[in-house]
Structure formats: C-alpha cells, structure tokens
C-alpha cells in the first residue's frame, strides 16, 4: 500500500502546484465563457475533479491548459442545452449588477466585455479562446472540436456582431472632445 500513498501524494502535490499556478486564469476564462461569476465557478471545479481523475492521463504536461480549456468549453456548452437553463425565473430580488470600473480604460473593458456577452455562446467562445486567450485558429478548434473552418467562420460572424453591437462611444478612435 506504501506504494499508492507515495503514487496518490505526488499526484495530489502536481495537481495543488498546478492549481496554485493557473486557477486564477482558468477562472476567467471560464467567467467569459458563461458571463456569469457563479457558473464559472461551477464549470471551472467540474473541470478540475475531471483533470484530477485524467491526471496521469495526460502525458504532455504542457497541454494541460489546452485539456482543461476543451472541459471547460464542453461544460460551458452542456449548460447552454440544459432546458432548466432557457427558463425564466421570477424573483422579488434584483441581483446586484454594479460592475467594477477599471480606472485605466474608464470602464471600457467591461463594457466591451458586456457586448461580448450578448454572442451566442459558440461565437463567444471563438472569441473567448483567440482574442482572451490568444489561442491559433488551429488551437481554438483542437479545443472546441470543430474544423479550422468553422473557427473562421464563427469568429468572422462574431466580429461583425460585436461591430454591430458595440456602441459608438466604444469604437476604437472615438473619444469624447469635452475632456
């Protein structure tokens, strides 16, 4: 059994190391793939409990993001098909939406982040894993796996609806004169 012990705390110290390195990250991504604070956290500890079991799976260690990105993606998706997920809720509470203002863009980033909120979720995380993450065309669909096509495709589709949607005080080169 002192085998297992000795097997079991290496893989506990690799996971809690990997953790420390990237959950804040991972966290954010998986906050622009839901738009919402609480499912990402949701999405983002189903896919940890999933890389934890497939730990000694995954060979290539480098590819560790990229594993738990396409969780991450394919969890985001399996809530979109939920039915209980499209139904309205009535509530007597208002959530809290004030949003933070970031001082150096003058709240311009969550505003554009707003718009991106409105794509559909496949769109959005096109957009999610190029422009956030910074991932190849290749990459983005390695990670959400669909052809290299389609990534062009939907991300084509989606620049032309954050184009469409953005408001004009957030096109780049505008900027208020009165200041």
């Known amino acids: 059994m002192g085998g297992t012990d000795t097997r079991r705390e290496r893989v506990d ?7 420390e390195a990237r959950q804040g ?11 919402d604070r609480h499912q990402a956290e949701d999405v983002l500890q189903t896919a940890l409990a ?12 480098e590819a560790l993001d990229g594993y738990v990105r ?14 209980w997920k499209r139904r309205e809720r009535a509530t007597d509470a208002l959530p ?17 982040w707003e718009v991106v909120s409105t ?5 959005r995380a096109v957009v999610v894993l190029r422009y956030y993450e910074g991932l190849t065309e290749s990459e983005t669909a390695d990670v959400l796996g669909v052809s290299v096509g389609t990534v062009k495709s939907q991300g084509s ?3 032309g609806l ?5 408001p004009g005080h957030l096109a780049p080169g505008s900027r208020e004169e009165e200041r």
């Open 13 to 19: 110290a690799e996971f809690t190391a990997y953790l």
């Open 25 to 35: 990250a991972l966290l954010r991504t998986a906050y622009l793939l839901t738009g």
């Open 50 to 61: 999933k890389l934890y079991l497939s730990w000694d799976k995954v060979r290539d260690r």
């Open 70 to 83: 396409r969780i991450l993606v394919n969890e985001t998706t399996s809530l979109w098909r939920r039915p």
């Open 96 to 112: 809290d939406t004030a949003g933070v203002e970031e001082r150096y863009d003058e709240g311009q980033r969550a505003a554009v």
């Open 119 to 123: 794509l559909p979720p496949k769109a």
């Open 157 to 159: 589709r989606a620049m």
């Open 162 to 166: 954050l184009r469409d949607r953005t």
